[in-house]
């Protein structure tokens, strides 16, 4: 089983709609989890992270932890072709504490027209 | 990108050669690591430095050694590389190892030969 696992690709959206993207991880000792958006050819960066249950809310991002059903996952609101990218769901375990990320294979994402 | 920077941003080495990457961060921070990055695999953490000092070496072959000579800069040495080694190899930083954010710099293509 994969440590961190998300819903396979590609996925397409039009423009203007909402964006899913899911992620669930293995370990239940994870305590922060991260959303990291990567264009082709760049590095990734930060979008979003949470490490509460529930919802957090940044401007057109939502990211939702569930920790009982180990999932994850980002909306993307009124997506734009900007958005169109690679999101890379990213858990820290509670036992490290050397900030080690295990990332999951990511998640192409095009928004079209 | 400006704050991790990385040289080179490309490079094709032979098996039988040594060569050396190189990561400074211009953020101030204290924690730096190395991530590979191959086609259709996670993003993988090969090391983390904590204060010039390495706290995490997840399983990375010796093949590949770190250098870290202070906080600013940090060094893959390579040698003796196999094809399967080909990859994006991506330097981040962050303000300690407890930090939520990780800071990448935009990666050396690496293409052994």
């Known amino acids: 089983q994969k440590e961190v696992e998300q819903n396979s690709g590609p996925l397409s959206v039009p423009e203007g709609a909402i964006a899913s993207l899911n992620c669930t991880y293995s370990d239940r000792g994870s305590q922060s989890f991260f959303w990291y958006r990567q264009y082709s050819g760049k590095s990734p960066e930060l979008i979003m992270f949470i490490y509460s249950n529930g919802d957090k809310e940044d401007g057109r991002f939502t990211a939702q932890l569930n920790k009982a059903s180990q999932y994850v996952s980002l909306l993307i609101r009124d997506s734009q072709p900007s958005d169109s990218a690679t999101y890379l769901c990213?858990?820290?375990?509670?036992?490290?504490?050397?900030?080690?990320?295990?990332f999951g294979q990511g998640t192409i994402l095009t928004v079209h027209p | 990108e400006t704050g991790v920077t990385q040289t080179p941003r490309h490079l094709v080495m032979g098996m039988t050669n040594k060569k050396s990457l190189k990561c400074e961060q211009h953020?101030?921070?204290?924690?730096m690591y190395w991530y590979k990055q191959s086609a259709k695999k996670p993003l993988e953490l090969m090391f983390v430095y904590s204060l010039e000092e390495r706290v995490e070496n997840n399983s990375v072959p010796s093949r590949f050694s770190p250098e870290c000579p202070n906080s600013s800069h940090l060094f893959l040495h390579l040698h003796t590389l196999q094809p399967e080694d080909s990859a994006l190899y991506l330097c981040?930083?962050?303000?300690?190892?407890?930090?939520?954010?990780?800071?990448f710099g935009p990666g050396t293509r690496l293409t052994v030969t």
């Open positions: 981040a930083s962050s303000h300690t190892t407890g930090s939520y954010e990780q800071y």
């Open positions: 953020l101030g921070h204290n924690a």
């Open positions: 990213a858990v820290r375990s509670g036992g490290t504490s050397y900030g080690k990320l295990t």
